[in-house]
């Protein structure tokens, strides 16, 4: 059994890739560094992430099975769930060996299937975050948001959010992961922050003045627009998941 | 700005507005090119959801909640001893600014009660969406409501600023309207509609000829009409939709089932509950014949006026329609699966994308995640189904009502029905 260890990027997972198909490695296994522990006898490599070679995989999935077999692999690498790896190499294995195939829709196949599971996931939670999040917006006009999404969705929301808000400075902060992204009416910077203390304690006073008013304003408007006639707490919750309320402004209270 | 006074209208004006039920976002793609504020995705967002557990993604409220009619169902008629309260044009701009760029909403949904006349209270609706698109460069999503009784003039200002344009019709039937809201009549409402109508199929023939044309109402127009308030059954209104449906290129019909706001004898107690069964079921019905391919009289006709409440409307097609089923999944064309119960859009393509790669068997279409609590009694595999076995109407209905059980039919109903 081979292990090829790579470096947690897109780009290392089809570098890896790329390795099992040029060395025609059978029993391998692609591993994330974090998630490696060193087995004694087993042979391990360690995978250098390749522009060229990450590029040679991508292109020759888009040229047999479309853009959509490109925006799955990507997706199902967000997920960061430990079996992605192997679902990921099984489905391109499987679609190198069916070259006139348009494997891609064939959800009988387990692997297809679990990267279209990913794919719904991923996906899903991208759409949540677009919904969810909620800026506040800070002394120095900053509009900042704090998230802690279960799976990495924040490269994958920015696009949304920069065409959205142009003009106004804002930030997205990835809590769980420990980075972010600052947009300053021009270009998007990736910040990590050494105190994210300073961020989870954001307090009143460095609050915009007229922050609360609006947040106050928001949560009555939430209790307003409800019918109390109509309560549906399972639909509700099955809408927002609990798991989302310590953000949401209207539920927070 | 008076913090106070600002809340105590938001708090009255979201009140009276919450009976309107739509709240989509969908199908504008406006886009921001020119560093302004928002745009609108086409899938359209729920930015949160109510406890009733309803979509939040406009900021929908009444400019005001003073009216110079009296619809006995509404909670804003004249004769109706409420609060009354109305915004400033720069109050409901600043709200939804102020809502938007916190991502809270993705635009305005502004109706209003009638004050002086019809065009005087849609002149002031227009100002507002006009001064987000000029003033504020604001690319977010307006629907505004059409005050029955609107000049041509305003409805093409309107068409120019809106994404989409509404107008209820209240009532499914033109009795109704008479009986309950005595002050409209239907025409008024149709004489708008039929302009915003035709204002967005001269768009597109001219958009075909030139590159830049105004948009006009780009998100299309929807209407509602309120059930369970006056007699009518789910025939007549399922005939209704369709008619709007065809002839007006509706977007969408919203049913909302009526909720007691008045003692009348005209209308049903205080004490009866929403008809939200009921209300869903005209949903389901509704998408059959938007996204399956049902004509009305499929789903009902004279002889069944309305709907099942205990079973939903495909799967009560299919029990009267045996002689169809079993559909076979290997074969049978894209039109026919998604007759089967249980199997909606997403499984049906996924079925016939799937099946060309091998022979699907039941495990498959769970994995799927077509609802096969339903689907099971309805389909031939190549290998031998057993739950076809028991596809006798009587003991099929029973059977699969036992094994299925709706959200919303709530376990007392049940029991009421188990011993009434």
């Known amino acids: 059994m081979t292990t090829l260890v790579y470096d947690e990027s897109f780009e290392g997972l089809l570098t890896a890739v790329f390795h099992v198909f040029e060395s025609k ?102 759409h949540r975050m677009e919904a969810f999040i909620r800026f506040e917006k800070y002394k120095d006009e900053i509009y900042a948001a704090k998230i802690e999404p279960d799976f990495n969705v924040l490269p994958l929301i920015l696009k949304h959010f920069k065409s959205r808000y142009q003009d106004q400075l804002w930030v997205i902060y990835d809590i769980r992961r420990n980075y972010g992204f600052y947009y300053d009416l021009h270009e998007l910077q990736e910040i990590s922050l050494e105190n994210i203390q300073t961020l989870k304690q954001a307090n009143a006073d460095s609050l ?16 307003k627009t409800n019918i109390v006639e109509r309560k549906n707490t399972k639909l509700h919750i099955q809408h927002v998941p609990k798991r989302y309320w310590k953000y949401l402004t209207e539920k927070k209270i | 700005m008076n913090p106070d006074r600002i809340q105590e209208k938001l708090e009255i004006l979201a009140d009276a507005a919450k009976y309107d039920v739509s709240c989509a976002s969908s199908g504008a793609n406006r886009s921001n090119k020119n560093k302004g504020l928002g745009n609108s995705s086409a899938s359209g967002i729920c930015h949160s959801y109510t406890e009733d557990g309803r979509c939040v993604s406009l900021l929908k409220i009444l400019l005001t909640n003073h009216c110079i009619y009296d619809c006995i169902y509404c909670v804003s008629r004249k004769s109706n001893d409420i609060k009354r309260a109305a915004f400033t044009v720069e109050e409901v701009v600043d709200l939804t600014i102020n809502f938007y760029r916190r991502n809270y909403i993705e635009g305005l949904f502004l109706s209003s009660g009638i004050f002086k006349n019809a065009d005087f209270t849609m002149e002031r609706l227009v100002r507002i969406a006009k001064k987000l698109r000029l003033e504020y460069n604001f690319h977010g999503y307006i629907h505004l409501k059409t005050i029955p009784g609107a000049s041509d003039e305003l409805m093409q200002e309107a068409g120019l600023y809106a994404d989409r ?250 029991q009421l029905n188990l011993f009434g």
């Open chain 1, 208 to 223: 915009h003045q007229d922050e609360m008013l609006y947040q106050t304003l928001w949560q009555r408007y939430f209790v």
């Open chain 2, 165 to 414: 344009l509404s107008i209820n019709l209240e009532l499914p039937t033109e009795s109704g309207l008479k009986l309950l809201a005595p002050d409209k009549n239907r025409q008024d409402m149709l004489t708008p509609m039929e302009f915003v109508k035709n204002g967005i199929i001269q768009y597109k023939d001219e958009k075909k000829i030139f590159k830049k044309v105004p948009k006009f109402a780009p998100a299309g127009q929807s209407t509602q009409v309120i059930v369970g308030a006056s007699n009518e059954n789910d025939l007549q209104i399922i005939k209704v939709a369709d008619h709007f449906y065809k002839n007006y290129n509706m977007k969408r019909m919203y049913y909302s089932g009526y909720i007691p706001v008045s003692e009348d004898n005209r209308l049903p107690s205080m004490h009866t509950s929403v008809p939200v069964v009921r209300e869903n079921r005209l949903y389901q019905a509704d998408w059959l014949m938007r996204f399956y391919g049902f004509k009305a009289n499929e789903i009902l006709d004279h002889n069944v006026p309305f709907l099942d409440l205990e079973i939903d409307p495909k799967l009560a097609w299919a029990l009267r329609n045996l002689q169809v089923f079993p559909v076979k999944i290997q074969t049978a064309p894209y039109e026919l699966i998604l007759r089967i119960p249980g199997i909606g859009v997403t499984s049906a393509k996924k079925i016939v994308m799937a099946r060309k790669f091998q022979k699907l068997n039941l495990e498959h279409l769970i994995k799927l995640g077509a609802a096969t609590n339903r689907a099971r009694y309805f389909i031939d595999f190549d290998t031998i189904n057993p739950h076809l076995k028991i596809m006798d109407e009587q003991n099929l209905r029973q059977h699969i009502i036992q094994e299925t059980k709706s959200k919303f039919i709530h376990t007392t109903d049940r």
């Open chain 1, 25 to 126: 490695l059978n029993a391998v296994e692609i591993v994330r560094k974090s998630q490696f522990a060193s087995p004694l006898f087993a042979d391990v490599q360690e995978i250098i992430s390749d522009a060229t070679k990450a590029d040679r995989v991508l292109k020759r999935l888009h040229e047999q099975l479309g853009k959509e077999s490109v925006r799955m692999l990507v997706y199902s690498f967000f997920s960061e769930d430990l079996k992605m790896e192997k679902h990921v190499l099984a489905a391109i294995r499987y679609a190198i060996a069916n070259p006139t195939k348009n494997v891609w829709t064939d959800f009988a196949n387990p692997d297809v299937l679990q990267l279209s599971k990913y794919t719904k996931s991923v996906g899903r939670e991208k």
